[in-house]
């Protein structure tokens, strides 16, 4: 008997591994086929009572769709069907991000964002910003919200991040379409809060003389729309430097690959008049910098749908999912338009005056009053909800820092900030109708650039912006610091209105070029204010090269421009480099003569991929950096993460290079016998960090350095999932301060070039492709040409997909 239930389990015992194996391939295979139902419809009929007609949604081979309707309205619940399949996870984090509800999905670690966005009551505000929609505009944007909605029902499964997180995904609202333009304001506007923080920190601690030298409102790299540069003579350096400025000793050698790209902001485009094009029609062009991740941020599609007047048109460019479904940029046939951020000053922290003899008051440059307070849940994950007392002024919601209290005073907040006025762009037939409708707009304040089909150009800023009319003839920047609560200089009080955008139309040259610097030199700038414009040299060279295309420039030489990876900045601090590295600095120091000849034999004037030299000079640069502002920096990092001297000016190069061509001795940092020291210091740190891995001098390539790292966000939670869910890791050409901005994770993300009504000659890529899921065949379609730099056609291939909505 005994024997026998040994021979039993002896069979058991040896089935068990292929029985555990079958059960794994079984979960494998179950996994597999659930990812697949998460996969959007491509073909078929679906039905839909709100439709007033057929619509058809025809993908090409990449997945982009053109979308053709009777009407608008119809093609609006079109769009939100294809964003609800394929982009709602994407949607999802962009409202919780603006709402400050990203903690619900994410558990603790999102608590201190949470916090920080839902200071501004987002939400809240959106339901006031809906009753202020026009009976079409709702309607517009409900019929969008009923497209999103039946599309995730559509979904054989929800959408794979919410299979892996185990969460259920909340239907759409109207509201939520609003919070993901909120969203971007966070996005194009978030540092402003932390640079009034860095710049008041250093406000307090320099004299007026000081101030001036280390904060200059201008640069010799400037290139304004309306003047070659800013007439402007930089200050004095001081005869003496702050207390802070020697107050330790050098800042320890550490990794400073994270400071690479903190100055990498913003986008370039430009437009070409038709007295500059073969075809007499405008050229504009459209390359936007932000946060690389899967998916793209951008969903490209083609509009195709009849008028008012029955002109049948077509519009064609990127949406962003979860917004309202209009052309973000693009094209409409007689008008093409195009988006960089601004930079203007949108946000003023107020300081705020407290007194026992006003109890839970305080003081405003109106004088004091009560706040309202707003008790806030935040739902937690795995944890039980967080509470957050919201005390709002007259100005805006009230921050703490540094012991101070501020009301935060800014665009957003206003009821007017956001808006469908888009729409009005989208339908533009003339350059002055949609220079109007931009400033119009309701979106965070860009740089728009326009050119028609009768060759006209234009440059205004569209969105919102503050109206700074007590500023008019003054110095701009005195509210680029915190405000005193007795109002001596005073904040906005409302918005500007659109007439009174500053605006310009066919300047001489025929071009307009804006690369997120300083736009006006002169009338307008006051109005404009500085946010934190960056350096100019990207705007610069951009400028130069678009200039050099000529009389009769084309689509795709127009396209390339924004390739340009010339170190025109950088050349400036390999000469400075090497002129430190002569016979008495190599003598004994071997590595210091490698990276001499590496300056030199490994530079070939490019930011390019296998370039020594330029990773050495850039390296050496924010090296020196470290030198002379760490310190200052963990001291305002106190105040917010992001308040640094970087985030206080991007002219912090400018002031190291006068300080290294003067070489003052009051403002040699303490432990250093002279500036020469400094310099080679800085160089010695340099090759320390890019050896520090065991990595040869030799081998310490840009392209090591500029990796790509595009991955989708659960990567950062789960990173074994990156070989499924990342894009290659891909070496990039380009950096800051040149057109063709790349970081790991920071840069293009996406390129158009289009004369209107000559769409078939349009030219794009973008990274990552239409899809962020791993199954789908349009999952990292066209990637690869963006790392190239290839153009790809603008408008949709022939079809390969065709999803019919009747009815």
């Known amino acids: 008997m005994r024997s026998g239930r040994k021979r039993g389990w002896t069979v058991w ?78 949607m999802d984090l962009l409202r919780r991000s603006a709402a400050g509800e990203l903690a619900e999905l994410f558990g603790p670690k999102a608590l201190p964002l949470d916090r920080a966005h839902r200071l501004h009551r987002f939400r809240a505000r959106a339901q006031v910003a809906l009753q202020r929609l026009s009976p079409q505009e709702r309607g517009f944007i409900e019929r969008y919200v009923a497209g999103v909605n039946d ?161 049948q048109r077509r519009v064609v460019g990127v949406t962003l999912p979860g917004a309202p479904p209009t052309v973000i940029v693009g094209s409409n046939g007689d008008l093409a338009w195009a988006f960089t951020n601004s930079y203007a000053d949108t946000l003023d922290l107020v300081r705020l005056q407290e007194d026992p003899a006003h109890p839970g008051q305080v003081r405003t440059p109106s004088g004091w009053e009560t706040p309202a307070e707003h008790a806030e849940t935040i739902l937690v994950k795995g944890q039980p909800a967080q509470r957050l007392l919201v005390r709002e002024t007259s100005l805006g919601p009230i921050r703490d820092a540094g012991g101070a209290r501020y009301a935060v005073h800014w665009v957003a907040h206003d009821p007017a900030a956001v808006n469908l006025h888009h729409l009005r762009l989208e339908r533009a037939a003339t350059l002055e109708e949609g220079l109007a409708a931009a400033a119009d707009d309701g979106i965070p304040a860009q740089n728009i650039v326009l050119g028609d089909t009768r060759g006209n150009i234009g440059w205004t800023v569209a969105g919102a912006l503050p109206d700074r009319a007590a500023l008019r003839g003054q110095d701009s920047g005195a509210v680029s610091f915190p405000l005193a609560y007795d109002g001596g200089a005073p904040t906005w009080n409302g ?66 421009a924004c390739l340009d990876d010339r170190a025109l900045y950088v050349d400036g601090w390999r000469t400075r480099a090497l002129g430190v590295l002569d016979e008495a600095a190599l003598a004994g120091h071997p590595q210091r003569a490698a990276f001499r000849r590496l300056l030199l034999a490994g530079w070939d004037g490019h930011a390019s991929v296998g370039s020594v030299g330029y990773r050495l000079a850039q390296q050496w640069r924010w090296s020196l950096h470290d030198v002379l502002f760490a310190g200052a920096n963990a001291q305002m990092g106190a105040l917010d993460p992001k308040a640094s001297m970087l985030a206080a000016t991007s002219r912090w190069g400018d002031v190291v290079e006068r300080l290294l061509d003067a070489r003052p001795p009051a403002w040699l940092p303490r432990g250093y016998r002279d500036w020469r020291a400094v310099e080679l210091a800085a160089i010695d740190r340099t090759i320390a960090e890019l050896t520090a891995d065991g990595t040869p001098l030799a081998q310490a390539t840009w392209g090591r350095r500029n990796t790509a790292a595009i991955a989708h966000p659960f990567t950062m939670a789960l990173p074994f999932l990156t070989r499924w869910l990342g894009a290659p890791p891909d070496q990039l050409p380009g950096d800051a301060n040149m057109p063709r ?17 000559r769409e078939e000659e349009g030219l794009f890529d973008m990274p990552g492709g239409q899809s962020g899921h791993p199954l789908s065949p349009f999952f990292l379609r066209g990637h690869e040409a963006w790392v190239k730099g290839e153009a790809r056609p603008l408008l949709p291939g022939a079809a390969q997909y065709t999803l019919v909505f009747t009815k």
């Open 13 to 90: 015992a040896r089935r068990l591994p292929a029985l555990l194996i079958g059960l794994a391939a079984l979960a494998l295979l179950g996994g597999w086929l659930t990812l697949r139902a998460s996969l959007p419809v491509l073909e078929g009929r679906r039905h839909s009572p709100l439709l007033a007609a057929s619509v058809t949604v025809a993908r090409d081979a990449d997945g982009v769709p053109a979308i053709s309707g009777a009407n608008r309205l119809d093609l609006a619940y079109a769009t939100g069907f294809v964003h609800g399949q394929e982009r709602f996870f994407q």
């Open 151 to 311: 599309g995730l029902d559509a979904l054989g499964a929800r959408p794979f991040e919410y299979l892996l997180s185990g969460a259920a995904p909340r239907r759409w609202s109207a509201a939520d379409s609003l919070l993901v333009i909120w969203a971007m304001y966070f996005d194009l506007q978030g540092n402003q809060e932390p640079r009034e923080l860095a710049r008041g920190w250093l406000m307090d601690k320099l004299d007026a003389d000081q101030r001036a030298f280390l904060l200059p409102s201008s640069s010799r790299w400037d290139a304004p729309l309306d003047a070659p540069g800013i007439a402007q003579a930089p200050a004095p350096i001081p005869a003496s430097a702050p207390a802070w400025w020697t107050g330790g000793a050098a800042a320890p050698a550490r990794q400073v690959a994270g400071i690479g790209f903190t100055d990498a902001v913003g986008s370039n485009n430009y437009a070409l008049a038709g007295t500059r094009t073969a075809s007499g029609a405008a050229i504009v062009s459209d390359d936007m910098h932000l946060g690389l991740q899967l998916p793209n941020i951008w969903y490209r599609l083609a509009l195709h749908y009849p008028d008012a007047q029955g002109r």
């Open 495 to 560: 918005l500007l209105a659109p007439a009174a955008h500053p605006h310009l139309i066919n300047p001489p040259g025929g071009q307009l070029v804006t690369a997120n610097s300083r736009q006006l030199a002169g009338a307008g700038a006051e109005l404009l204010g500085d946010a934190g414009f960056d350096l100019g040299a990207r705007a610069r060279q951009l400028g130069e090269r678009v200039r050099s295309l000529g009389a009769r420039a084309d689509v795709a030489a127009a396209f390339r």
């Open 741 to 757: 901005v790349a970081g790991p994770k920071f840069g293009q993300s996406e390129r158009m070039t289009v004369s209107p009504g």
